[in-house]
């Protein structure tokens, strides 16, 4: 843990939690401005002194690392700016390996890559695969770990990674990257992308969302609030470069919404591209609050309850680089609900980008609830899989281009209806999704995406099942996910995560609070934070509860605050909020 500490208060007696933890997720009344949690699926890579050297950072471990990172950027910008914290992703039934996933290096020194072990390989306005693996391999490490819970563990990914270099190996200036939502291009040519700039309740999905950040071991000490990481995160809530105003009154913000702006016209903020503010305009509050609701595995936090956000969704990863054709190497699968649009979303992430000749087909198949014995057999209309319970088959032919950016031509949907096949016209929306990374402009990898109405198709079970077929008309090469199976299981239930609360919620600088925290690990030792800053420590019981209490120190900075219960030496965390006031 943070060997900064402050004020330590060790209790062993655990009694009388106010928190039920029979409830794992309740519906309080919300608001509209309740803290929002978003979670973030972490990831280090090997080389990387989060890794090798926790202790740089005055850490004792990895999970430490990375957890304090969002912390910061949370406590000091977002809480304050726009009541949004950033959380771990781990939920709370994962017990013996809830550790933050440690991924090699795709491309180490060892085989031929540049730097040294740790190190990704950036090329301004390129392709860039080593970016695109060290993403795809932390979403696998994550789809390994809900396969293993059979359960839901959704949230930004974000790789936590040595240095980025240049293809001599020469350290490159580049700090972070990101990828806005798998589905959202950052793009004047996205229908989709113009409507949400207008309105952000209209993204249906902010799954896929990822960011490659720098290790913090040299950087702490010049950005002790992780500036870096809070806007590289306003990216990845589709947040563009700039200072957060409509400056030429067309109802459109900065880069992406309204590329007319300049993004160095001041006043700063802290999406700006290289001023290092901390300042997040009213705009970019509201903007970043709606796409955070569409954000899978978020919570609206009315204090001790937690209430999940408008969009289910999750992935199955398939084997990368089984075809040589990136436009048609499946990464992964994915299905969101959005129960604010009535939108359901099915996306197929591909690993590079489709070419501007192909004549490519993307077949997906959906079993709503899971169940052979009901829907129909794709083989009656002539697919080739044995896969059978199907509820709807989506069919998309992709020819052509514009600006090189590929779109769809002809998407055919079949719902089945008592066992019998029905062709649903013009119920369907497909477009070609192509990631445009913020900073580099780099435009990384391209993917498919449906959109339907939840009403025409039914709503899905908590597992449902599916299958992935990519196909070259051309060349007849095919890539399926999954590999060795006819079909593999998505889990569409919202994730459950470990909670806490604050008794009382607004507090003086120097009067005790008192903390508690349910579904943590049983018998472990509970450690509370202020911020980054540890302030006591007390053991769970049999439950999985904890209480303890401390002192708010006298020179905290006042505020909302956040709080932080992390359960034994794992990634599992309890996040609440507390808000210091000034004496009078």
Sequence with gaps: MNSRVGLLVFLVSITG??????????SGKVTGDELLQVPLRWCAVEGSSAVEDPAAVGENSTNDVLWRRHERASDNIWIPGARITFRSAMIAQVKSQANFPIIPDPNPPAGGGPGMEGDIEIVNLAFAPEINDVIADCEAAWDQLELQENANIEGIIVVNIRNFVAPSGGMSPV???????????CSEFSTLAQSVCLDPQNYPSNAGAAVVIRDNSTRLQFEPHENTLAHELGHALFLGHGNGLDDDGDNKVDECCDNDEDPDLPPESLMCPSCGSEVVTQHQ??????VALQTPGSVIDPPAVLKPSNVVSDQRV????????????????????????GVSLFTLKLFGLIPKNANYNYI?????????????????????????????????KVKASVKGIPIETQTVLYVARNSEWVKESGSA???????????????LFDSINTMIKTGVIGVAGHQVAVRAEAIDRDSEQIDILPDKTEHTTLFMKPPEYSRCAVEPTQVKPGEVIVVEAVDLIPQQVAHVLLGDKLMAEAKIDEKGAARMQ????????VGIRLI????????ITADCAVEVVITK
């Design 175 to 185: 700090q972070g990257i990101q990828t806005f939502g798998t589905n959202l291009n």
């Design 550 to 557: 401390f002192r708010i120190p006298r020179e905290t900075r």
């Design 17 to 26: 939690c106010a928190l039920d933890p029979n409830i794992p997720t309740r």
């Design 429 to 443: 929306s497909t477009f070609v999704g192509a990631a445009v990374e913020a900073e580099t402009r780099n435009r």
């Design 285 to 290: 509050r509201d903007f970043a609050r709606q």
């Design 364 to 396: 997906v198949y959906v079993d709503l609830d899971d169940n052979p014995t009901t829907g129909a057999a794709p083989s009656d209309l002539g697919y080739q899989t044995t896969f059978k319970g199907v509820s709807l088959i989506i069919d998309v």
């Design 318 to 341: 398939d084997t990368r680089h089984d075809t040589n054709d990136p436009g048609l190497d499946l990464v992964w699968m994915g299905m969101s609900e959005n129960s604010a649009t």
């Design 564 to 571: 932080t219960v992390g359960a034994g030496k794992t990634a």
